[in-house]
Nanobody
Framework: QVQLVESGGGQVQAGGSLRLSCAAS????????MGWYRQAAGKQRDLVAS???????KYADSLKGRFLISRDNAKNTVYLQMNSLKPEDTAVYYC??????????????WGRGTQVTVSS
């Protein structure tokens, strides 16, 4: 099992910045990828950014240049730096971890989410 704990959400004015953190614990040796998803009210949960053990990254096209994902392997923590925030970035942000195994294939783990609210 993998446990994920997010922190860093809150309320900010448009144009401001926030940094989210996600600390992983448990069977972290088996995690191949971690990332952030977000879900606005009444909408589906969408990928924001992800980062692999190799440090290769993937971003939602609309967020490239404003958001930056990084990881500290020593701390088993992934960060999401969000800059130039817009009201449309308001959502619950969820940390995600992916584990692959030969017998069960892909398993996704989720944090409880942290609210980000951007006011105009």
């Amino acid at each position: 099992q993998v446990q994920l704990v997010e922190s860093g959400g809150g309320q900010v004015q448009a144009g401001g910045s926030l940094r989210l953190s996600c600390a992983a614990s448990g069977s972290i040796f088996s995690i191949s990828e971690m990332g952030w998803y977000r879900q606005a009210a009444g909408k589906q949960r969408d990928l924001v950014a992800s980062i692999r053990k190799s440090s290769s990254t993937k971003y939602a096209d609309s967020l490239k240049g404003r958001f930056l994902i990084s990881r500290d392997n020593a701390k088993n923590t992934v960060y999401l730096q969000m800059n130039s925030l817009k009201p449309e970035d308001t959502a619950v942000y969820y940390c995600n971890a992916v584990r692959w195994s030969w017998d069960t294939g892909r398993t996704d783990y989720w944090g409880r989410g942290t609210q980000v609210t951007v006011s105009s």
